[in-house]
């Protein structure tokens, strides 16, 4: 409860710098991921040097200023109980060590926040996230948690290293005054630079002859008089970061990671007794796919003769997984398995990363934003590969989605000690409409409208069809109808609805409405209140909370569809041939639905053009194909299926002939056998009414 109150104070008042991403909602390791990349493929683009420093701050946790938090807490303006509070939970604070079934003593932990606790982890950020503050504006850095990045970049490697020096001593000042310590030895420096004529300071052995060539020494930055080791690559939040950001030393790593975790599948996919294919399926996404897809954002700009290495992977996991014989067609194991291509997956988190970065507020990478100069050296330079933003938009503009808005998530819109509060009535509660005439309906709903005569009725209602989105609102007065964005889910044009219907209200002299609406969805989804709702039901109980302090006395209640009741049939009317065009943003779950679709539209357009592949004979629509329970069973229905069996395909693995059928004088293949060959026609009617 303290917890979620402090975090809303410091969300509303933006004390928490944008640049620090852990346990932030709608925020993760890929933002700073993309900011490092994005820095650096503009400074590659203006041919300059780019020195980033990834420091390692020495325990952390458990060496937190205790003291400090409160200060940092005074100083964003908290006073009363709620520092009284802190202050008691951060201090007497004991532990003791066990070793079996002996316990030490008892010691006091006079520095560092409780481990374990959901409030220490805010009371670390907020203490931590002030160093960002000391860094000078020509040094950019972000965090995640305890680490900590900084770069700098320029033309003139003496001038790099004088500002990051001076930023480096200001960071060292403060872990200095506020209680940590930055290892130097454990830090690590890369200089980002793709000029070949780059040589580091320890193999040069004259660095007046080096200057005097042009040879771009690499910076010594020290922390206490103890140099930063400068190294070719580093690890940064899961990710490799080479100095020419070729992302290949990453790409390696991850496929060396992922040959050792293809055992697992192997042990487990045995033809007689091995797991069903769900199984390990499952197990691949959860084990290998998970590692494969994460950064895919940021080292998915690698060139494709790199990102083609990572092909194998997928490929050997999913022949595995369907038992597929090693010569079938890669198109044909994505297919059988329904998993997409790598690239057409990469495309898709990166598409829903971007969408998602939209929807937060004050997300950093929505101001990566190129100025009018960057465009034009961009263009004049193609070999130069772009930053994230321009990637995504790109991919965007090629499917369509490039002129799209997205509906901003307000987390904070209420307090946690003021959560609204909505109920709905259910006059029909009982009634199960397909075994219910239409005429009761319309008698209960009579019966219903008596004791609510004084209020005013306004039925909303939603409609989706092919290409046409639209939302309808009847009242007594008057009617509305709007045309919504083809995105839009038809919950999301209810709640449209009902969101116009409140606001229409507001400058009514009434003050007694009572909402008529069709989605039990929308109104159960209204009164569970959480954080991460859908934007337009925030906007609902806003607009109702305003209104009730207003004075006005509204209610909501459920209607059955299409049952003869006039208001709700006329809504449902002028929705359906609305023409009106809203201009409201599309919340982040329709965008997401929709590109989703539109991928996998985009794979079911590639597989059509597989004319001549075998599977694509019995299978023209790409969808999960019942497995059977029995794993060797399903092996070989799956070979069957693909063409592709030991019989008539080894040849191509031992270097032997073609086998050929001795009646008809051509390659076996499994049609042939089964339908085409007249010797096997006996057996294959036999097998047919066995079945």
């Known amino acids: 409860m303290v917890n979620a109150r402090l975090v809303f104070e410091l969300e509303k008042q933006g004390c928490i710098s944008p640049l620090q991403s852990d346990f932030r909602r709608g925020r993760s390791t890929f933002d700073n991921l993309v900011l490092l990349e994005s820095q650096i493929r503009n400074a590659f683009v203006r041919r300059n040097h780019l020195v980033s420093i990834v420091f390692d701050i020495e325990k952390a946790y458990d060496r937190t200023w205790r003291y400090g938090i409160l200060l940092t807490l005074f100083n964003f303006g908290f006073r009363g109980n709620l520092p009284i509070f802190l202050r008691n939970f951060l201090s007497r604070r004991t532990f003791r060590v066990r070793m079996g079934n002996f316990y030490s003593n008892h010691f006091i932990q006079t520095e560092g926040v409780p481990q374990g606790s959901v409030l220490s982890v805010t009371l670390f950020i907020i203490h931590l996230s002030q160093i960002l503050n000391f860094l000078p504006s020509y040094v950019h850095g972000s965090l995640y948690v305890d680490d900590l990045q900084i770069s700098c970049q320029g033309s003139n490697m003496n001038i790099i290293e004088r500002q990051l020096q001076h930023a480096v001593n200001k960071l060292v000042a403060w872990c200095d005054k506020n209680g940590h310590t930055i290892s130097a030895e454990k830090s690590r420096c890369v200089h980002f630079c793709r ?66 975790s293809l055992n697992i599948l192997k042990v487990l996919s045995r033809t007689s007794w091995g797991a069903d294919r769900t199984s390990l399926l499952r197990i691949y996404q959860a084990v290998i796919l998970s590692s494969i897809d994460y950064g895919c954002m940021v080292y998915g700009s690698a060139r494709p003769t790199v990102l083609r290495r990572l092909y194998t992977i997928h490929h050997s996991a999913l022949r595995i997984c369907s038992g597929a014989f090693r010569t079938s067609p890669v198109e044909i194991l994505y297919v059988i398995c329904n998993q ?28 990566l934003t190129l100025p009018a100069f960057l465009h034009r050296l961009y263009a004049a330079r193609p070999s130069h590969i772009l930053l994230f933003c321009e990637r995504a938009k790109m991919l965007l503009h090629a499917s369509d989605f490039n002129n799209i808005t997205i509906q901003s998530f307000d987390f904070f819109c209420f307090p946690p000690w003021d959560i609204p509060q909505f109920s709905y009535l259910n006059p029909f509660s009982g009634f199960d409409k397909s075994s219910t005439a239409p005429v009761t309906f319309q008698q209960l709903f009579h019966h219903h409208r008596y004791p609510y005569s004084s209020f005013i009725p306004i039925f909303t209602d939603g409609s989706k069809s092919d290409g046409h989105v639209g939302c309808g609102v009847v009242s007594t007065s008057d009617t509305l109808s709007y045309r919504l964005h083809n995105f839009c889910s038809v919950f999301a044009a209810e709640l449209v609805a009902i969101f116009c219907a409140v606001r229409e209200i507001f400058p009514s002299n009434q003050r007694q409405f009572i909402f008529y609406t069709d989605s039990m969805c929308a109104l159960q989804t209204l009164s569970h209140y959480d954080f991460e709702m859908h934007p337009v039901a925030l906007k609902i109980l806003s607009i109702l909370h305003f209104l009730r302090k207003e004075g006005f006395s509204i209610i909501f209640s459920w209607v059955p569809s299409h049952v003869g009741i006039s208001g709700n049939e006329i809504a449902d009317s002028i929705a359906k041939f609305a023409s009106t065009f809203l201009t409201q943003d599309i919340p982040y779950s329709d965008v997401k639905k929709s590109f989703v679709s539109h991928l996998h539209t985009t794979w079911q357009n590639n597989w059509d053009l597989q004319m001549n592949n075998k599977l694509h004979f019995v299978k023209r629509f790409i969808n999960m194909w019942p497995i059977l329970p029995i794993r060797e069973l399903d092996v070989k229905l799956t070979r069957l299926r693909i063409g592709h069996t030991r019989f008539m395909h080894k040849h191509l693995i031992f270097g032997e002939r073609t086998p050929v059928c001795p009646t008809c004088h051509i390659d076996f293949s499994v049609t042939h056998i089964l339908i085409e060959c007249p010797s096997f026609k006996s057996h294959s009617i036999i097998l047919i009414h066995h079945l």
């Open 195 to 260: 000029k070949r004529n780059t040589i580091s300071a320890e193999k040069s052995r004259c660095v007046h002859f080096c200057r005097k060539l042009n040879i771009h020494l690499d910076p010594n930055i020290q922390i206490r008089y103890a140099p930063i080791p400068v190294v070719k690559e580093i690890r940064f939040l899961g990710v490799i970061f080479d100095r020419k950001l070729t992302f290949l030393p990453h790409i390696l790593h991850l496929r060396k990671k992922c040959e050792r």
């Open 340 to 367: 997409l291509p790598l690239h057409l997956r990469r495309q898709k988190i990166s598409a829903l990363y971007f969408f998602r970065a939209q929807s937060v507020p004050r997300h950093p990478i929505i101001q």
